[in-house]
């Protein structure tokens, strides 16, 4: 915990530092986050949004292209739902998990006029900050609703005479993660810019002590503009 807000302050004394070789972006995108467990080979995907702000401070300009350093803040949501119907009763599933990454860059461009390609990789430094499953059911004209915090275990219950908290649910769900992330991307009079990437989780995030293996990986794609 502490190694992570310490990055966090590292990060933000850098985003806002002042340099005449620098540049502020801010971006918005799609995430397709995958969820891998070494107990099944399906991977569970989850779609949803991220919004994001970026700080270029180039270090190197020469012929050859120019290398810069970016971290960056991210928002990150995903989420799925599935819904059935059985004897009657309508059942409706849903995921939805949101994230706060520290992306940390080294970035190298190269200038072809009017577009400039890049490419870049780095850590990206992952905190979760809320992830529920949530179980809707509706059957004659009543409706009921479980809703998990994975991460705190904390169990609610919402319906007619149905409605509390429990305890003692899954706590074996980690927060933190530090992927390894790779993009390209192309910016148009140094001002919009589209990139794609993917970020390779590397840490297991099941912290319980069965012999399991639970990883994240996110592919994403977005639009931005730079100041």
Same mark, same amino acid.
């Given at each position: 915990?502490?190694?992570?807000?310490?990055?966090?302050?590292?990060?933000?004394?850098?985003?806002?530092?002042?340099?005449?070789?620098?540049?502020?972006?801010?971006?918005?995108?799609?995430?397709? /986050?995958?969820? %891998?467990?070494?107990?099944?080979?399906?991977?569970?995907?989850?779609? =949803?949004?991220?919004?994001?702000?970026?700080?270029?401070?180039?270090?190197?300009?020469?012929?050859?292209?120019?290398?810069?350093?970016?971290?960056?803040?991210?928002?990150?949501?995903?989420?799925?739902?599935?819904?059935?119907?059985?004897?009657?009763?309508?059942?409706?599933?849903?995921?939805?998990?949101?994230?706060?990454?520290?992306? +940390?860059?080294?970035?190298?461009?190269?200038?072809?006029?009017?577009?400039?390609?890049?490419?870049?990789? &780095?850590?990206?430094?992952?905190? /979760?900050?809320?992830?529920?499953?949530?179980?809707?059911?509706?059957?004659?004209?009543?409706?009921?609703?479980?809703?998990?915090?994975?991460?705190?275990?904390?169990? #609610?219950?919402?319906?007619? =005479?149905?409605?509390?908290?429990?305890?003692?649910? +899954?706590?074996?769900?980690?927060?933190?993660?530090?992927?390894?992330?790779? =993009?390209?991307?192309?910016? +148009?009079?140094?001002?919009?810019?589209?990139?794609?990437?993917?970020?390779? &989780?590397?840490?297991?995030?099941?912290? /319980?002590?069965?012999?399991?293996?639970?990883?994240?990986? #996110?592919?994403? +794609? &977005?639009?931005? %503009?730079?100041?």
């Amino acid at each position: 915990m502490k190694k992570f807000y310490f990055v966090l302050v590292c990060a933000a004394a850098m985003f806002f530092a002042v340099d005449a070789n620098a540049q502020l972006g801010v971006g918005v995108g799609y995430n397709l /986050g995958s969820n %891998f467990t070494s107990l099944d080979d399906d991977a569970q995907n989850l779609s =949803g949004f991220y919004l994001e702000a970026t700080y270029d401070w180039n270090f190197i300009d020469k012929s050859w292209g120019s290398l810069a350093l970016q971290p960056g803040v991210r928002f990150s949501y995903v989420g799925e739902a599935e819904s059935e119907e059985e004897f009657g009763v309508k059942l409706k599933a849903s995921t939805n998990e949101t994230y706060f990454d520290i992306p +940390v860059n080294v970035k190298y461009s190269y200038d072809l006029g009017s577009v400039k390609l890049s490419a870049f990789a &780095g850590p990206v430094f992952s905190m /979760g900050l809320t992830s529920t499953e949530k179980l809707v059911t509706k059957a004659d004209g009543e409706t009921g609703k479980i809703i998990a915090h994975n991460y705190t275990g904390k169990v #609610v219950t919402k319906g007619d =005479g149905a409605t509390g908290e429990l305890e003692g649910g +899954v706590t074996d769900y980690g927060r933190f993660d530090i992927k390894v992330g790779v =993009g390209v991307g192309a910016t +148009v009079m140094d001002k919009l810019n589209v990139k794609v990437g993917y970020n390779f &989780g590397t840490l297991n995030r099941y912290t /319980g002590e069965a012999d399991v293996r639970y990883s994240t990986n #996110v592919f994403y +794609v &977005g639009l931005g %503009f730079m100041f």
